[in-house]
């Protein structure tokens, strides 16, 4: 290993990993990253095939494709990507682009409902009425619907030849309402432990027995703390503070059911924002994350671990990432901002260069808000005019 790059600095974080039966490159972890820049349908467009390209050639050793909804009408952004049959061949050319570049990247594709957080051209989603409006309470039926679609998905990621899948059961989205303590409808997605994760538990093992000779990877994306009463990360449908007995229980229930890896995550974007994206005033937030990772670490028994909320460690991330690996708090180092602010970021780090690190402005979150392509606009000319058009300055 040449002794003038960091790969020898940063030994745990350049090393092989293990994720199911496959390997990766290195530790890092590129999460997943809405751009709203699909086409109208939800088809994987010119412009998001360039950011996965450029994505590859980063040599992340784990690649988390955005949210891909399983509907056009459970998209949480306007041009947000559908996984169909019709949508096919638009990312069976992602992989083949990101491969061209990176063919020893594990490519996973995240597969989500929005839910209550679907955006203007989508239907608003939800398992129980918590009084905020205008939200359509999904019946038994279309709860059966829905997690039918989550399989087909994970079918088509599979034809399209991802590596696998995650499961969005994070951030407010529909998959984290189920979970929750204060979902406490009636019928068999609601009220008891057993029957709130009977969707996530269920569709794992079924996933896991079907490709069992194949080596797909299934996994999820999980918020161990939402930040709201009833959330997950509670003690019941009336609590706020955190306690995080049942969620535990949820990663021990994924493990069993054969999860390859859990990605840990927190909070609700757009309500408790903070606690799943630190920023330059919350930056002490990451310790949290890196308790949840802990936290989760014995429970996830042999599912690889992913943590989350690096990026608000700029200059330090690395060397906070090789000392949870060395300590095995976490398998896989996630970061998300740092994606879109630096796409090469791993082998930036790797070779000595001068990565461009994230100033955590919120920039493209704002632009995502506005339902307009986000990206970095602090170091991306495209999105550095498009800001200026956007926000008039
Ligand atoms: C613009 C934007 C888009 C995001 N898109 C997704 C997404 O599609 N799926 C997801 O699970 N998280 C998404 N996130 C959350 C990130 O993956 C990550 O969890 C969060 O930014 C915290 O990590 P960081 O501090 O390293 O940025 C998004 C965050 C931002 C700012
Ligand atoms: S726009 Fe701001 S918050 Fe978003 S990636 Fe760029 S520097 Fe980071």
Redesign the pocket.
């Known amino acids: 290993m040449p002794a003038d790059t960091h790969e020898s600095l940063y030994e745990q974080l350049f090393s092989p990993g293990t994720i199911g039966t496959k390997k990766t490159v290195n530790r890092f972890t590129a999460?997943?990253?809405?751009?709203n820049d699909g086409e109208l349908d939800g088809s994987v467009s010119q412009r998001a095939l360039d950011r996965y390209a450029k994505l590859a050639q980063g040599r992340w050793g784990i690649t988390?494709v955005?949210?891909v909804s399983i509907t056009e009408d459970s998209r949480?952004r306007v041009n947000g990507l559908v996984i169909s049959r019709k949508n096919l061949d638009s990312f069976r050319r992602l992989v083949d682009t990101f491969r061209a570049y990176h063919p020893e990247g594990i490519l996973l594709f995240?597969i989500?409902h929005a839910g209550r957080k679907a955006g203007p051209t989508s239907r608003k989603a939800g398992m129980y009425e918590d009084g905020s409006g205008d939200v359509h309470i999904l019946s038994d039926a279309e709860v059966e619907e829905v997690r039918q679609g989550f399989l087909d998905a994970a079918d088509l990621a599979w034809e399209a030849g991802a590596d696998g899948i995650?499961f969005?059961i994070?951030?407010g989205y529909l998959g984290s309402e189920m979970l929750r303590p204060a979902n406490l409808r009636d019928g068999k997605w609601g009220g008891s432990f057993e029957n709130r994760t009977l969707f996530l538990f269920s569709s794992i093992r079924e996933l896991k027995k079907k490709y069992a000779r194949s080596g797909f990877i299934v996994g999820s994306?999980v918020s161990m703390f939402e930040g709201i009463r009833g959330g997950c990360g509670t003690a019941d449908g009336g609590s706020l503070i955190e306690d995080l007995t049942e969620m535990k229980q949820i990663i021990s229930g994924m493990a069993q059911a054969g999860a390859d890896y859990i990605?840990v995550?927190a909070g609700i974007?757009g309500v408790t924002s903070e606690i799943?994206?630190?920023t330059n005033q919350s930056r002490w937030f990451?310790l949290h994350?890196f308790r949840y990772c802990r936290e989760a670490r014995e429970a996830a028994g042999n599912a690889a671990l992913i943590g989350?909320?690096?990026?608000?460690l700029k200059e330090q991330a690395c060397s906070l990432a090789e000392e949870n690996l060395t300590k095995g708090l976490a398998d896989f180092i996630?970061?998300?901002?740092?994606?879109?602010a630096d796409p090469l970021y791993p082998e930036k780090v790797r070779t000595g260069r001068q990565p461009d690190y994230?100033i955590?402005c919120?920039g493209?979150?704002r632009?995502?808000i506005r339902q307009v392509n986000?990206?970095c606009m602090v170091y991306d000319p495209y999105y550095k005019q498009l800001a200026k058009e956007t926000f008039g300055r």
């Open positions: 999460q997943p990253m809405e751009a988390v955005e949210a949480a995240q989500t995650d969005k994070c951030h994306r990605n995550s974007p799943t994206r630190p990451f994350h989350s909320a690096y990026t608000i996630g970061f998300g901002r740092q994606v879109f994230c955590s919120s493209c979150t632009l995502m986000d990206g």
